[in-house]
Nanobody, 116 residues
Framework: QVQLVESGGGLVQAGGSLRLSCAASGLTSSSYTMGWFRQAPGKEREFVAAISWSGAYTYYADSVKGRVTISRDNAENTMSLQINNLKPEDTAVYYC?????????WGQGTQVTVSS
């Protein structure tokens, strides 16, 4: 059974930083592309960042590019998202995702709230 568990969310002032983590279990191999998505109240879930299974390739949404760094540790089955210079519009539930071919898994999400 695949399980993705996010942590690290919280309340932070604008300009601050957070580091989100995703712990994965049950994945049969490390060859999953992993990523972060977020969903703000009343809005659709949107892509934030992704990282290839080897970590060699990373992808970022334009809205966070330059402020966010995604990384992964396949030995520890973890993935992280460092978010700097947080803005109120970053407020959302952040979800961890793992995808390989037709298999896609989601975590339960972690709330990030940025106060102005």
């Amino acid at each position: 059974q695949v399980q993705l568990v996010e942590s690290g969310g919280g309340l932070v002032q604008a300009g601050g930083s957070l580091r989100l983590s995703c712990a994965a279990s049950g994945l049969t191999s490390s060859s999953y592309t992993m990523g972060w998505f977020r969903q703000a109240p009343g809005k659709e879930r949107e892509f934030v960042a992704a990282i290839s299974w080897s970590g060699a390739y990373t992808y970022y949404a334009d809205s966070v590019k330059g402020r966010v760094t995604i990384s992964r540790d396949n030995a520890e089955n973890t993935m992280s998202l460092q978010i700097n210079n947080l803005k109120p519009e970053d407020t959302a539930v952040y979800y961890c995702n793992a995808v390989r071919v037709v298999n896609s898994y989601w975590g339960q999400g972690t709330q990030v709230t940025v106060s102005s």
